[in-house]
T-cell receptor
Framework: GEDVEQSLFLSVREGDSSVINCTYT??????LYWYKQEPGAGLQLLTY?????DMKQDQRLTVLLNKKDKHLSLRIADTQTGDSAIYFC?????????????FGAGTTVTVRA | DGGITQSPKYLFRKEGQNVTLSCEQN?????MYWYRQDPGQGLRLIYY???????QKGDIAEGYSVSREKKESFPLTVTSAQKNPTAFYLC???????????FGPGTRLTVL
């Protein structure tokens, strides 16, 4: 969506860290999400962060939120071939009282040996 | 076995025909959503429903229709009025009052 922007492609070597970046425009967003989509499949919820948090860590995943700059990032440690997928950032604007999500266009992550 | 199911996984339709895509969930979620995904693009919202017997248009509702007669079910009909229906269709559900949505496996519709 036009409110959420992501870079389209990321190539990373197996074992390295991946960092996927996202910017959003709605400063009233209450929740921000990261979803993963493998080829031909639906979206899998990876993690989410409340807007009053700066960081959230879950095993190999670290989410960083900079509210001032409206910037969200997802770091995947020790990237594996199974991490090759499209990653979507999404925001849930507080202004939307029916809690619709605005999605970015997705970042295609390719893990090379 | 809880989750969201969509059927069929692949669907072929001739031009001029209506077709209905199924979406069922047993997560007891109030809200359900339909999205369309085209290659290289993000998700675009077609219709959503926060409660039984009520639904709202999303950003690209023209050429589509829905019903919400049961909490568990939210079928989407792609009508002949939809000019470019070939796409990947995703259904999602979530608890009303939160933004968190959980997705089904998708249906790929191809118009021949």
């Amino acid at each position: 969506g036009e409110d959420v922007e992501q870079s389209l492609f990321l190539s990373v070597r197996e074992g390295d860290s991946s960092v996927i970046n996202c910017t959003y425009t709605d400063s009233s967003s209450t929740y921000l999400y990261w979803y993963k989509q493998e080829p031909g499949a639906g979206l899998q919820l990876l993690t989410y962060i409340f807007s009053n948090m700066d960081m959230k860590q879950d095993q190999r995943l670290t989410v960083l939120l900079n509210k001032k700059d409206k910037h969200l990032s997802l770091r995947i440690a020790d990237t594996q071939t199974g991490d090759s997928a499209i990653y979507f950032c999404a925001e849930s604007p507080e202004r939307s009282n029916d809690y619709k999500l605005s999605f970015g266009a997705g970042t295609t992550v390719t893990v090379r040996a | 076995d809880g989750g969201i199911t969509q059927s069929p996984k692949y669907l072929f339709r001739k031009e001029g025909q209506n077709v209905t895509l199924s979406c069922e969930q047993n997560l007891n979620h109030d809200a359900m959503y339909w999205y369309r995904q085209d290659p290289g693009q993000g998700l675009r919202l077609i219709y959503y429903s926060q409660i039984v017997n009520d639904f709202q248009k999303g950003d690209i509702a023209e050429g589509y229709s829905v019903s919400r007669e049961k909490k568990e079910s939210f079928p989407l009909t792609v009508t002949s009025a939809q000019k470019n229906p070939t796409a990947f269709y995703l259904c999602a559900s979530g608890l009303a009052g939160t933004g968190t949505q959980y997705f089904g496996p998708g249906t790929r519709l191809t118009v021949l």
